[in-house]
């Protein structure tokens, strides 16, 4: 399987509803966004994806949440706003700006910390 990706950082503001300070109030994390498509075969170009495509992709989806507060941009009935539930919205934004593509996944993983992070995979 081939895999093509890129990564972003943006700055970001959620709170974690019912759990204690720092997590329960207004926080920010910097975000590390990766996100990875993968495709069994390469396409007529010689490539999984074009990765201009990708990455300007990544880069309008980060632009809509940064410095800005989660739950004002994410899907309202998420709930709490999670790495889990951010990843899966920018999948979103960017199975939409890719295109329907047969046979093709993309992987995104959202970091909070160096150390932990939450993803969402699933077909183009």
Do not use: C, K
């Not at 495709?39 to 490539?47: C, F, P, T």
């Not at 709490?80 to 990843?87: D, P, Q, R, S």
């Not at 700006?97 to 992070?117: C, I, K, M, N, Y």
């Amino acid at each position: 399987m081939y895999e093509t990706g890129t990564a972003l950082q943006v700055r970001a503001f959620h709170v974690m509803p019912g759990l204690p300070p720092p997590e329960g109030e207004r926080h920010s994390h910097d975000y590390r966004l990766d996100v990875v498509v993968h495709r069994d075969e390469l396409d007529a170009r010689g490539m999984v994806v074009d990765l201009d495509l990708l990455d300007q992709a990544l880069r309008n989806a980060a632009a809509q949440v940064a410095d800005a507060d989660l739950e004002q941009v994410l899907p309202d009935d998420a709930g709490a706003i999670t790495v889990e539930v951010f990843a899966r919205w920018v999948h979103g934004r960017l199975a939409g700006a890719l295109g329907r593509q047969p046979d093709v996944t993309l992987a995104v993983r959202v970091w909070e910390s160096a150390t932990a992070f939450g993803g969402y995979t699933a077909p183009v």
